[in-house]
Nanobody
Framework: VQLQASGGGLVQAGGSLRLSCAAS????????MGWFRQGPGKERTFVAT????????HYADSVKGRFTISRDNAKNMVYLEMNNMKPEDTAVYSC????????????????????WGQGTQVTVSS
């Protein structure tokens, strides 16, 4: 499966952005999905994940209550809604897919993911 993230840009602190991840070459419903980010000079970190069917989600503490991950398997799309953004959210955001049999397993470790898309830059100004 090929993944392409989009929707990044420049936003002021307190603002919102919606990232999209489009999947092609495969059926998205076979995969648990995740969003990760890598800030300037930092390592890649987990942001959010969603189960295959979309029934369960998990977030990094730093974004909990501000970000929402969702998916539309019929459209082969995954989204990350980001609200009340902070300068520390500035990073390149990437989506990833993990092939799973389980409909309930959440995957939070980057090394467990099978496929990665190109990232999209998000910059939050203070």
């Amino acid at each position: 499966v090929q993944l392409q993230a989009s929707g990044g840009g420049l936003v002021q602190a307190g603002g919102s952005l919606r990232l999209s991840c489009a999947a092609s070459g495969g059926t998205l419903s076979r995969y648990a999905m995740g969003w990760f980010r890598q800030g300037p000079g930092k390592e890649r970190t987990f942001v959010a994940t969603i189960t295959k069917g979309g029934g369960n989600t998990h977030y990094a503490d730093s974004v909990k209550g501000r970000f929402t991950i969702s998916r539309d398997n019929a459209k082969n799309m995954v989204y990350l809604e980001m609200n009340n953004m902070k300068p520390e959210d500035t990073a390149v955001y990437s989506c990833a897919a993990k092939s799973l049999a389980s409909y309930t397993l959440l995957v939070t470790s980057a090394h467990q993911y099978d496929y990665w898309g190109q990232g999209t830059q998000v910059t939050v100004s203070s």
